[in-house]
């Protein structure tokens, strides 16, 4: 049961995302201005609301916009919508419980509100760990036939 209705959740979120991404792109082919972060897309980390601000999650910054609703509510001049990727912290409260999500560790997989000064960028986003190979480079052992 809980399933189900995280999924319908995450659902309903997707729709009412993809009628913002619509309301955007119609905007801008009208060349009207509008308020959709230029930022989305990119790697972050969200930080604890309560001291010490300790990292909580890795997500995915998706706007900003005050007017997007994420979990029945619009987000406001003071959030933005992130989709979390990696949970760091799983006991971590949400700044906005909704439906059964209520910890960081309910929110795998889905968007979620999260205030805009405690989001951080990833600087360490595509980084290789030490002796690995970097993604794209093929190590070859070059053996002789001879």
């Known amino acids: 049961m809980h399933r189900v209705r995280k ?3 995450f659902a ?3 729709i009412l995302h993809e009628a913002d991404q619509r309301k955007v792109a119609g905007h801008a082919q009208q060349g009207l201005s509008h308020d959709r972060n230029v930022e989305g897309g990119k790697q972050v980390i969200l930080h604890s609301c309560v001291r010490p601000h300790k990292p909580v999650a890795k997500a995915i910054l998706q706007t900003c916009s005050p007017s997007t609703i994420v979990g029945g509510k619009a987000l406001g001049p003071g959030c933005c919508e992130v989709l979390v990727n990696e949970v760091l912290d799983r006991k971590a409260p949400l700044i906005r419980p909704f439906g059964t999500m209520n910890t960081m560790a309910d929110t795998l997989g889905f968007s979620i509100a999260w205030i805009r000064e405690n989001i951080r960028h990833d600087t360490t986003a595509g980084m290789v760990a030490p002796n690995q190979p970097s993604p794209g480079i093929m190590i070859c052992s070059l053996t ?3």
Do not use: N
Request: hydrophobic share 20%; glycine share 0%; net charge negative.
């Open 7 to 9: 999924e319908k959740m």
């Open 144 to 146: 002789s036939t001879m």
């Open 12 to 14: 309903e979120s997707q």
